[in-house]
């Protein structure tokens, strides 16, 4: 596979970009899937359903996929997204995130853009929400981005292991050629 590599500015992890054939890579649809992306981690999110609606449980300090973010540098963010928008790509070189979809479904795209790492250049794609209440890990070095699938729109709940730092965001086209991930629908 050939990679042309990013230079590193700040430290963190070293970003190579992949050429990937067209297509979404694999999609991850249960929990313990050998396709996932090296260091990729899931979980079900607990939900308790009644008659007067549900309780969403996201995330607890110290345990489950955030068990080992600092106290002191975890931010917690909201990303409010309308039907049919795409976002994608970027990457971090030192964050760690975890996801939760709290209303709605999205697509999410990851590639492993990090050099040397075993699974560089694959892609996952995972449907996550109201469907599938799962976390997702992403650890630095993967880019990720997502679209939302369905007619309403998608609320994103994620923790970071650090504070916002624009100096560790990368950013790649929705459509670059490197990734040639195909966000358009799979028909089978």
């Known amino acids: 596979m050939n990679q042309a590599a990013i230079p590193e ?15 979404i890579g694999d999609v991850i649809a249960s929990l ?11 979980q079900p999110l607990a939900v308790w359903a009644d008659d007067r ?6 995330l607890r300090m110290g345990q489950g996929l955030v068990a080992g973010y600092p106290p002191a540098s975890t931010q917690v963010s909201a990303s409010f997204l309308y039907p049919g928008s795409v976002k994608a790509f970027h990457y971090h070189r030192r964050q760690t995130d975890v996801w939760a979809v709290t209303a709605g479904m999205l697509q999410v795209a990851l590639v492993d853009l990090r050099q040397g790492s075993p699974t560089h250049g694959r892609r996952n794609t995972f449907y996550i929400g109201e469907l599938r209440p799962w976390q ?5 070095g993967v880019g990720h981005g997502c679209k939302v699938i369905g007619m309403a729109p998608v609320v994103l709940i994620y923790a970071t292991d650090r504070f916002h730092d624009p100096s560790d965001e990368g950013r790649l086209p929705w459509n670059h050629p490197g990734i040639n991930y195909d966000w358009e629908i799979q028909h089978k």
């Not at 500015?9 to 297509?23: N, Y």
């Open 32 to 42: 313990d899937s050998r396709g996932l992306i090296a260091g990729v981690r899931t």
């Open 53 to 58: 609606g549900y309780f969403l449980e996201l």
């Open 9 to 23: 500015t700040e430290g963190g992890i070293e970003i190579a970009l992949p050429e990937c054939p067209k297509g």
């Open 136 to 140: 997702l890990l992403i650890p630095a």
